[in-house]
């Protein structure tokens, strides 16, 4: 098969970068990362694409003026590397409805909560003050909605009574690492869409996100 081209956005440490390049180097996910592309300078995530002969570049929000003129110059960074998949992981910016539809059905991202549950900041912080019992991470086709897109697969992990908002962080990003080279293993293999506002899976409208078993 035919490696897709796709393009990851990080802002900090790029553990799940790490994931994802793992998994093309090691498990044969048919993806080619034509580029890492992080709005911070200092994002730790770019040593490990450079160290793994991935192209970098930066993009940084703060030499913008506003939201707009970032966005822009954004996209013209991604589509200089013609990519047909845009994986948005740890990527900390709030993006404009026209970038968003300019990459409708070919962007998603990874959130740490169990969506609908807790959109935007402070998760795991969240989950714990409400006293859940279950928390987790999503994959999700980014829409104009912030992490409002469609849901694709979900992984939960219990809540434990020792945990604390890093505790219990670390144990949903251990299973974001196996997630998200998931999502991006179906799409790569042409069997994940978004069809108008609904992910579909084998064509099949997903009504509710995968939830991954942890033997997968
Ligand atoms: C992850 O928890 C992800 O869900 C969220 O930001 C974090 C990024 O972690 N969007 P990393 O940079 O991939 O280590």
């Known amino acids: 098969m035919k490696p897709l081209p796709i ?8 553990s799940n970068l790490r994931a994802i ?7 044969n996910l048919p993806a080619k990362i034509r580029a890492v592309i992080s709005n911070c300078p200092d ?8 160290n793994s002969g991935i192209e ?6 703060r030499q913008f003026v506003d939201r707009d003129s970032f966005d822009h110059a954004l996209q013209q960074a991604i589509d200089s590397y013609d990519p047909e998949l845009v994986v948005l992981a740890g990527f900390m910016r709030i993006l404009t409805p026209r970038f968003v539809a300019h990459y409708q059905g070919r962007m998603i991202n990874i959130h740490p909560s169990l969506l609908p549950a807790y959109r935007g900041l402070r998760t795991h912080q969240r989950a714990l003050e409400a006293n859940d019992t279950r928390h987790g991470a999503s994959v999700h086709f980014v829409t104009s909605d912030l992490d409002g897109g469609p849901v694709i697969i979900q992984a939960e992990v219990p809540v434990l009574s020792c945990d604390t908002p890093d505790t219990l962080a670390a144990r949903v990003l251990a299973l974001e690492h196996k997630i998200y080279p998931q999502a991006i293993r179906w799409f790569t293999e042409g069997r994940l869409r978004l069809e108008g506002d609904v992910a579909s899976l084998d064509g099949q409208p997903l ?3 995968v939830y991954w078993e942890d033997s997968q």
């Open 56 to 61: 970098t570049q930066v993009v940084d929000h």
């Open 43 to 50: 994002a730790c995530g770019l040593q490990r694409a450079c």
């Open 207 to 209: 009504m509710k996100p």
């Open 7 to 14: 393009v990851v956005l990080i802002s900090g440490g790029g």
């Open 21 to 27: 390049i793992d998994a093309v180097e090691k498990q």
